[in-house]
């Protein structure tokens, strides 16, 4: 499957912003799919992630209460709902795939990646 991930921009700190990650593909509903972000001279860091049929759902402390994962199967989408930004969310946050259903919060477990969309948080 090839993931491309959209929504990004430049926001004030508080503001919300949807992220979104389409799919190519007919077999996107068996994969795990995740939200990671980066930061120049950082690693590539996990947000949240979601299982294939959205029955658990998984966040990184740093974003619990006011970022939310979700899909949508039927239109190969999965979609970050952040909420309350603050200016360290600022990065380039990337959608990752796992075909296998794994959910994981280190980068080098996934497969498929989308190529990335940056968010600006200004305070």
């Known amino acids: 499957v090839q993931l491309q991930a959209s929504g990004g921009g430049l926001v004030q700190a508080g503001g919300s912003l949807r992220l979104s990650c389409a799919a190519s593909?007919?077999?996107?509903?068996?994969?795990?799919m995740a939200w990671f972000r980066q930061v120049p001279g950082r690693e590539r860091e996990f947000v949240a992630a979601?299982?294939?049929?959205?029955?658990?759902?998984y966040y990184a402390d740093s974003v619990k209460g006011r970022f939310t994962i979700s899909r949508d199967n039927a239109k190969n989408t999965v979609y970050l709902q952040m909420s309350d930004l603050k200016p360290e969310d600022t990065a380039v946050y990337y959608c990752?795939?796992?075909?296998?259903?794994?959910?994981?919060?280190?980068?080098?477990?996934?497969?498929?990646w989308g190529q990335g969309t940056l968010v600006t948080v200004s305070s």
């Open positions: 990752a795939g796992d075909p296998y259903g794994n959910i994981a919060t280190m980068a080098f477990e996934y497969r498929s």
């Open positions: 593909g007919r077999t996107f509903s068996t994969y795990a």
């Open positions: 979601i299982t294939r049929t959205g029955g658990s759902i």
